[in-house]
């Protein structure tokens, strides 16, 4: 397999991931309840817009519109038999816009959970997991993908899963956990562990992290312990626009391109190769995280209090208390990878 991230990474040092998929699509037009796959034939335009205003805003990497391709999340929207047309199309739409952005841009292609829940918990098998994993790889692969970004994740066995999907369909592959439960994914995997959970599969992932989550100081805490866990690792870090809030029926996310800016300065001095944002990451956001990587020299590595200091407090050790980001808030991060 090759290797795009690596190669890029010699020549830049540190890569800028894109942002929100689904906040920016809502902004864009995407009504609540709609599957954003779907996009990709209604509306192919708009996706290829996403696209461009990250390529514009200064992203080395974009994921394609692709997080729920799987037939499990697309059979809510009865489109189960076209995982492989809309996951390619999705991978098309991606490649054209960075084919013509004249520099490298990767295309990832997004992976996302199916939803279920895998034996002895649901009913789910890993073997059933690893085919409708393959059969969405399959159709990235097919549209111009050059990596399976497997994201958002919380069981260790269904990210193992995704991950022998892309070596079977030939893709390189990265994957990051969404450690939104007490510093935890949801099935209790700790940052630390991320880096063990592809042991023993014959292709090694290209950068393991985490996405996703709850805020930008709680995901910065989470970089360090995988960062301190292996040092020499290619760790990925794409957070949030600051901290979800409810207005009425909508989310809102309290993160400016100052503190964004700031964020990615605090993830490079703690050991992050890859930084994004996830959900609320605008494109005025992206650029200004462009800004600052290109002007930042690394510095000392953070302490959690520093990035307390600069970045506000964390969310996660509060979690238990704090009901105002809870159930409902994480379903509907999870459905969109807004």
């Known amino acids: 397999m090759t290797n795009p991230i690596d190669a890029l990474l010699a020549e830049k040092g540190v890569l800028l991931a894109d942002g929100a998929t689904g906040t920016n699509l809502f902004a864009m037009g995407l009504e609540a309840g709609e599957a954003p796959e779907l996009l990709n034939e209604t509306a192919p335009d708009t996706i290829t817009s996403l696209h461009q205003n990250f390529v514009d805003a200064g992203a080395d990497i974009i994921l394609t519109n692709s997080f729920g391709g799987t037939r499990h999340r697309l059979k809510l929207h009865h489109a189960q038999d076209r995982v492989h047309a809309l996951n390619k199309r999705a ?18 292609g997004s992976v996302g959970p199916t939803g279920e829940l895998l034996v002895p918990l649901g009913a789910m098998t890993y073997d059933e997991a690893v085919e409708a994993f393959a059969e969405q790889i399959e159709g990235l692969k097919a549209g111009g993908a050059e990596v399976a970004w497997i994201e958002t994740m919380s069981a260790p066995d269904e990210i193992r899963a995704a991950a022998e999907a892309a070596i079977r369909v030939g893709l390189p592959y990265t994957y990051t956990g969404s450690f939104d439960t007490a510093g935890r994914t949801m099935m209790g995997l700790l940052p630390k562990d991320i880096h063990g959970v592809a042991d023993g599969l014959s292709q090694a992932p290209l950068g393991v992290g985490a996405n996703c989550g709850v805020g930008a100081s709680d995901i910065l805490a989470s970089l360090l312990d995988m960062t301190e866990a292996k040092p020499e690792a290619t760790v990925i870090v794409k957070g949030n626009c600051g901290i979800p809030e409810f207005r009425g029926a909508e989310i809102h996310y309290s993160g400016t391109p100052e503190l964004m800016a700031d964020y990615v300065r605090l993830a490079v001095d703690a050991g992050a190769k890859i930084v994004g944002g996830c959900c609320g990451t ?39 208390v704090n009901t105002a980001e809870t159930s409902e808030a994480r379903r509907e991060r999870r459905r969109s990878r807004a």
Do not use: Y
């Open 91 to 108: 991978a098309e739409i991606a490649r054209a816009v960075a084919d013509k952005a004249g520099r490298k841009v990767i295309v990832a």
């Open 282 to 320: 605008s494109f005025a956001h992206l650029a200004a995280m462009r800004k600052a990587l290109d002007a930042h020299t690394r510095s000392d590595r953070p302490t959690v209090e520093k990035i307390v200091e600069r970045i506000g407090p964390m969310r996660n050790k509060q979690a238990t």
